[in-house]
């Protein structure tokens, strides 16, 4: 499986801000993905990071709330903007690798919004 | 769309017991992937075992079994003699073969009590 790393492991951030979220792969992989896995849920898909161009975003989810960057095959960032509340969650990016079909998931960034 | 249905929210079981937990997934596709993670207290999401739609046969690795049926499209998982260290929730999980995002179910809280 591939070593995954995200930055920061955690965070507490004020109403109104934003925080971006590191995701660094060990290989090069063929596709990213960031999830969101709100207090005592499940994981819900907030979109697919492609390389060289823009994301592809799931239903509910929008570029100006949660912009997503990935210039190489090892490396993605999701920021999350203008943050309430609400965006309480830990934040997982997912890899798969070419020609495999299971994701490996990070560890996981744990954000509280005061 | 693709759906996931873990109906268990909680199993508790008594260390050495068998625990089975039940996943029924809905998709229109005919190649699709099926998988099972695990995420312990820790917080981290571990891959168990992915399962290709053409492929039913069932699969035992250690204590871990999961039954595979296409005809009642479900895939559920066995941990035989369960141990204190499984205690974790897990989930179940499918990806279509044409975008490989993954649905996850709900999840299944399961502790083992020593």
């Known amino acids: 499986s591939a070593v995954i790393s995200q930055k920061p492991s955690r965070d507490i951030c004020q109403r109104g801000t934003s925080l971006t979220i590191q995701c660094q792969v060990d290989s090069q992989v063929t596709m990213m993905f960031w999830y969101r896995q709100q207090p005592g849920q499940s994981l819900t898909l907030i979109a697919t990071a492609n390389q060289g161009s823009e994301a592809t975003y799931e239903s509910g989810f929008v570029i100006d709330k949660f912009p997503i960057s990935r210039p190489n095959l090892t490396f993605s960032t999701l920021t999350v903007s203008n943050m309430s509340p609400e965006d309480s969650s830990i934040y997982l990016c997912?890899?798969?690798?070419?020609?495999?079909?299971?994701?490996?998931f990070g560890p996981g960034t744990r954000l509280t919004v005061t | 769309a693709q759906k996931v249905t873990q109906a268990q929210t909680e199993i508790s079981v008594v260390e050495k017991e068998d625990v089975t937990l039940d996943c029924v997934y809905e998709?229109?596709?005919?190649?699709?992937?099926l998988f099972w993670y695990k995420q312990p207290p820790s917080g981290e999401l571990v891959f168990l075992i992915r399962?290709?739609?053409?492929?039913?046969q069932n699969e035992i690795s250690g204590r871990y079994s999961w039954n595979f049926q296409k005809s009642t499209s479900s895939f559920n998982f066995t941990i035989t003699a369960s141990q204190v260290v499984d205690s974790a929730v897990y989930f179940c999980a499918l990806s279509e073969a044409y975008d490989y995002k993954l649905s996850f179910g709900a999840g299944t809280t399961v502790t083992v009590r020593a």
């Open positions: 997912s890899v798969m690798r070419d020609g495999e079909y299971e994701q490996y």
């Open positions: 998709t229109r596709d005919t190649t699709y992937y």
């Open positions: 399962r290709n739609s053409f492929d039913e």
